[in-house]
């Protein structure tokens, strides 16, 4: 089965700290992606990063970096000196081979206060 | 440009009303999906399309219709709408299901507010 995991429900954390929002994910494929969306308050959800299972290379770009580890099935999702603009929803997904879906996450709604 | 769009914005139902929910992408893309977003569920997969002319169900596709009779447009449709079906619907769409074109990435209309009373 493929399912997607996001414990941390709601997150707060002051300006400028550090927050890692967790990603676990499952599944049988063996050739999959992952994708990290942010919802603002706004409501649009917007495209973030997306990750192959064969990169296990992590990324950054900006404030914005991304651990993947296989070992783990884990996305982990961590911005750097947060500011307010970074309240949002944050979605992890995956979508394998197998299946012609992305299955989403359930969501960590962040609240990052001035 | 504009993406993918969703018309309309917000819509209040009566039980029992039906309506049809339009989205629209100038992308070109192939496959194209209806979400519903609710209270701590995340999105839900109600129905997607891999191509002009085809749909499948997803997660909860119980009390929906969709058809796509053209590439860039994809329907919703509520037949006899239930308060249970109070959500915000997300239309997305993506070029392919290829991995190895990296072009999979889902991208998302801005959402349309339903409340059914």
């Known amino acids: 089965a493929q399912k997607v995991t996001q414990a941390q429900t709601e997150i707060s954390v002051v300006e400028k700290e550090d927050v890692t929002l967790d990603c676990v994910y499952e599944?049988?494929?063996?050739?999959?992606?992952l994708f990290w969306y942010k919802q603002p308050p706004s409501g649009e959800l917007v495209f973030l990063i997306r990750?192959?299972?064969?990169?296990?290379q992590n990324e950054i770009s900006g404030r914005y970096s991304w651990n993947f580890q296989k070992s783990t099935s884990s996305f982990n999702f961590t911005i750097t000196a947060s500011q307010v603009v970074d309240s949002a929803v944050y979605f992890c997904a995956l979508r394998g081979t197998s299946y012609d879906k992305v299955i989403f996450g359930p969501g960590t709604s962040l609240s990052v206060i001035p | 440009n504009a993406g993918v769009t969703q018309t309309p914005k917000f819509r209040v139902l009566k039980t029992g009303q039906s309506m049809t929910l339009l989205c629209a992408q100038d992308m070109n893309h192939e496959y194209m999906y209806w979400y519903r977003q609710d209270p701590g569920m995340g999105l839900r997969l109600i129905h997607y399309?891999?191509?002009?002319?085809?749909?499948a169900k997803g997660e909860v596709p119980d009390g929906y219709n969709v058809s796509r009779l053209k590439k860039q447009n994809f329907l919703l449709g509520l037949e006899s709408a239930a308060p249970s079906q109070t959500s915000v619907y997300f239309c997305?769409?993506?070029?392919?299901?290829?991995?190895?074109?990296?072009?999979?990435?889902?991208?998302f209309g801005p959402g349309t507010r339903l409340l059914v009373l």
């Open positions: 599944t049988r494929d063996t050739t999959y992606y």
């Open positions: 997305a769409s993506s070029y392919s299901t290829s991995m190895t074109s990296g072009s999979e990435t889902q991208y």
């Open positions: 990750r192959n299972s064969f990169d296990e």
């Open positions: 399309s891999v191509g002009e002319g085809t749909t």
